[in-house]
């Protein structure tokens, strides 16, 4: 049966890879990378998403301020150097000379201003919008200086202006009403050259990025690939280079093929089962605890994610900030069944399961979810939802009750926690305690200062459980072994290609 399927998604994707060959026939000598992503982007325009699809994305076609250097420190990218007022609330950045748009348009402090008024203009509707709450004003010096007024220190404020949603955009092009959501442009590594949706992705070298020498690929084809078993005959046939989370089941084949390499590493997500603790049934607190002491966390880490940590509360397993709740829920049927009981929760009362279809991991864990909350007494129906779905009705709309993600890795974790306690988070967990705490973390600095005021916060988010808390996971991603230098953004979970070589 194993074998039937390989041979069909070999076909399926000799047929897709064929016809992206017949329609752009690569130059000769070419150096073409060959990536299977999991699904559409929602849209790649940086300032109007919060989907892990577009960052890993158009990390590749937009630049950054400053941005994590392989360590995790942030070091100088767009700006080349800045520097804070000691009341911080002045920060000054003197950007690099000689950066160019993908359109033609010589990057300026104009650019960033127009690009940071655009983010937090309430007419765009960003959902990054809050990170750049503290800023009052952006003025450009003169055209490499540019100067941030905040009206209270702002911590997280790098970090923000570090991570995807701080892509510079060029200013003529905001003012023009540019489509970037299907058009992007930036300074970035890579050009969009052509998005069909379902099917591809293709990023061309940008010949005039600052960064001498870089990118060193010619291109990347980004192929739309949901179905797992299509990426790994990809990998093995030599028609995909590089595949991103790596299913379990699937190692011992790449791992038997000559030309395949496997990295393992843990990665800085947050796998969880959301709640949506505005239904009425599961803002009691004793059924959200059933939920957690429902699920064997290890079980589902090992089958579903290819093995991980188990975690107790909102913080990924290896961050500064974590502090370790899981002993809160063993995994325990019995204590399940009883908070049920008491919560007069059992048979008659329906509970739906929104997966991501895209993402088959989550399936496979939701899958096992339902099992295990079947057998404390549970009735839970899974509902499948394509990606763009998922975004819009899940976590913009809130139509669930149960939900199945991870959440990637942020450079501050004011990005992790920011607007938790509040109604404007997706899971709709109210504490106003959690909420101060959390304000008052974004204007402190000092490592040890602001982790006293996260580790209450993140014991409250383990007492009152908003969240199936489940853990953090290994990452495999597999890469044939004439791939070189392909880095994934520490914390952050995107895609670098600008140092990848295929030989």
Known sequence: MKKSIYFFGCLVLTLLLGTAVMINPAPAQAKTLNFALA?????????KTSGTLTFQTIKSVYDTLAEPDMSGKLVP????RWQVSEDALTWTFFLKKGVVFHNGDTFTAHDVKATFDRVMDKATASPKAKEFRSITAIEAADDFTVIFKLKEPSSPLLATLASGWGA???????EAGHDFGNQPVGTGP???KNWIRDSRIILDKNEKYWIKGHPKLDQIIMHIIPERSISVQGLISGQIDVAYLIDKDDLPILEASKDVKIDKSMTALILVMSINCSNPVLQDV?????LNHAIDKQKVLDVAYGGGKPIGTFMDYSNAYYRDFASLYPYNPEKAKKLLAEAGVGQDTVFELFLPQNYEIHVKAGEMYQDMLTKVGLNVKIKLVDWSTWISDVYRGGKYDLTVIDHTGKLDPDGTLGSYGTKSRYVKWINPRAAELIGQARKVSGFENRKRLYDEVLELMANEVPFMYLGSSYRHTAVRKNVSDFRMTPKLDTFDFRWTTVN
């Open 77 to 80: 990218a767009l700006a080349d």
């Open 190 to 192: 890579f050009v969009l």
């Open 286 to 290: 004793r059924v959200r605890q059933a």
């Open 168 to 174: 510079i955009l060029p200013k003529s092009l905001i």
């Open 39 to 47: 699904g559409n982007p929602d849209t790649l325009d940086p300032h």
